[in-house]
């Protein structure tokens, strides 16, 4: 049964910095798609970017654009989102996903496996 646990997550101000660790724990990570979504308080979950198993990077949302990054290092069976010049709407808490260990490969389809989240909080 694969698990992903997120950390990383925390209280900084606009313009500052977090990276995100997302940690797969039963099948490796490397056979996996992984990818971030995001819920803000009061709106509806949001899909931000996904790495599938080769390294390809599937963009989802343009309100992060040019300021997060999404990676992988397979030997540590763990996923990242690096966000830069965060901003106070990008407070929310942060998942990582995946479809399984069948699906090595970005999609629309719905995910099987999810994080208990992470929470960021971008304030001054």
């Known amino acids: 049964q694969l698990q992903l646990v997120e950390s990383g997550g925390g209280l900084v101000q606009p313009g500052e910095s977090l990276r995100l660790s997302c940690a797969a724990s039963?099948?490796?990570?490397?056979?996996?798609?992984i990818s971030w979504f995001r819920q803000a308080p009061g709106k509806e979950r949001e899909k931000v970017l996904c790495?599938?198993?080769?390294?390809?990077?599937?963009k989802y949302s343009a309100s992060v654009e040019g300021r997060f990054t999404i990676s992988r290092d397979n030997a540590k069976h763990t996923a990242y989102l690096q966000m830069n010049s965060l901003k106070p709407e990008d407070t929310a808490v942060y998942y990582c996903?995946?479809?399984?260990?069948?699906?090595?490969?970005?999609?629309?389809?719905?995910?099987?496996?999810w994080g208990t989240g992470t929470p960021v909080t971008v304030s001054s």
């Open positions: 039963g099948p490796t990570l490397k056979d996996i798609a």
């Open positions: 996903a995946a479809q399984g260990p069948t699906f090595p490969y970005c999609s629309d389809g719905a995910m099987n496996f």
């Open positions: 790495v599938n198993y080769y390294g390809f990077v599937t």
